[in-house]
C-alpha cells in the first residue's frame, strides 16, 4: 500500500502518533443547536427537582430576597424613567396629529401591563441578576468546587440551581409588579405636571383586560424561569479560568435577553389565538 500500510481504512497501530489527527470542524449551528440542548436538559432537571429538591429550607428565601433587594432600586428607577418618557411623547405627539389626549392614560396601562412592563422589566433582571448568576456558578466551575460537590455525592442541580430558579420566579414576579406601579405613578406625575391634566381622564382602565392582566403574569413567570435556567446553563458550562468566567457572564447576559424576546413574541401569539378563539 502507497506509503502507509493501512487496516480497513484507518491507519494502523504503528503509524499510531505519526499521522496529525485532524481537528473536530464546529459550526455556528451544530454550537447553537449544542447550547440550546443543554440548555433544555438543565431545565427540565430543575422543573423534576424543583419540589422534591434536599435543599435548605431558607436558600429559596435568601435567593428570592437577594435577587429582589439587587434589582429593586435599579428596576424602579428604570421604570419610572420609562413611564415617563412613555406618557410625554405619547401626549405630545397625539396633541399634535389628533388633538385628542383622553385615552393616552388608558392606552399606556394596556401597554405597560401586557407587554411593556414584564419584558422591559425582564430585560433588567437578564442583566443584574443573570450576570451575577453566571459570573457565581461560572467562578465554582472554573475553581473544580463543582468536582468537589460531586464527590461528595452532591448535585449541582440540586444544590445550585433549584434555589435559583425558585427565587427567580418570586423575584420575576414581585418586580413585575413593583417596577409596573412605579412606572404608572411617574406617568402620572408627568401627565398632570407637564400638561396640567386630571388624574381621573389618566386613571382609565376601561381598554384593560382580564387577558391583559394574565398574559402580564405568564410573561413575568416566563421570564422568572428562563433567567436563571439561560445565565446557570451558561455558569456551568464556564472552563478557562477568569476568561472563561467572563465570556460565561456575556453569553448569560446576551442568552437571557434572546429568550425573553423569544418568549414574549410566543405567549403573545398563544395568547391573541386563544382570545381570538
Avoid at 88 to 105: A, E, F, I
Amino acid at each position: 500500500m502507497a506509503g502507509k500500510q493501512q487496516l480497513f481504512g484507518r491507519h494502523t497501530l504503528a503509524d499510531a502518533g505519526l499521522v496529525a489527527r485532524e481537528p473536530e470542524r464546529s459550526s455556528a449551528a451544530r454550537d447553537l443547536l449544542r447550547r440550546v440542548g443543554a440548555i433544555g436538559i438543565l431545565l427540565g432537571r430543575t422543573l423534576a427537582l424543583i419540589f422534591t429538591a434536599r435543599t435548605d429550607r431558607g436558600d429559596t428565601a435568601r435567593m428570592a430576597h437577594r435577587f429582589t433587594n439587587e434589582s429593586l432600586v435599579f428596576v424602579v428607577v428604570a421604570m419610572s424613567f420609562v413611564g415617563m418618557i412613555m406618557v410625554y411623547q405619547s401626549t405630545m405627539q397625539l396633541g399634535r396629529s389628533v388633538g385628542d389626549t383622553t385615552l393616552v392614560g388608558a392606552s399606556f396601562l394596556k401597554l405597560l401591563v401586557r407587554v411593556l412592563g414584564p419584558t422591559v422589566i425582564g430585560l433588567l433582571i437578564a442583566c443584574r441578576v443573570g450576570a451575577g448568576i453566571a459570573a457565581e456558578i461560572g467562578a465554582m466551575a472554573v475553581t473544580d468546587q463543582l468536582d468537589a460537590m460531586r464527590m461528595c455525592s452532591a448535585d449541582p442541580v440540586e444544590v445550585l440551581m433549584v434555589p435559583r430558579l425558585r427565587g427567580g420566579i418570586v423575584a420575576g414576579l414581585v418586580l413585575c409588579v413593583v417596577g409596573s406601579a412605579a412606572a404608572v405613578v411617574s406617568g402620572l406625575l408627568t401627565w398632570m405636571l407637564a400638561f396640567s391634566s386630571s388624574a381621573n381622564v389618566y386613571w382609565n382602565l376601561d381598554l384593560v383586560e382580564t387577558s391583559d392582566v394574565v398574559q402580564g403574569l405568564i410573561k413575568a413567570l416566563a421570564y422568572g424561569v428562563a433567567v436563571p435556567i439561560a445565565s446557570g446553563a451558561c455558569g456551568l458550562a464556564a472552563r478557562g479560568g477568569a476568561r472563561g468566567v467572563g465570556q460565561a457572564t456575556t453569553d448569560a447576559v446576551v442568552g437571557s435577553s434572546f429568550a425573553i424576546v423569544l418568549l414574549d413574541s410566543v405567549v403573545s401569539l398563544l395568547t391573541h389565538v386563544a382570545v381570538g378563539a
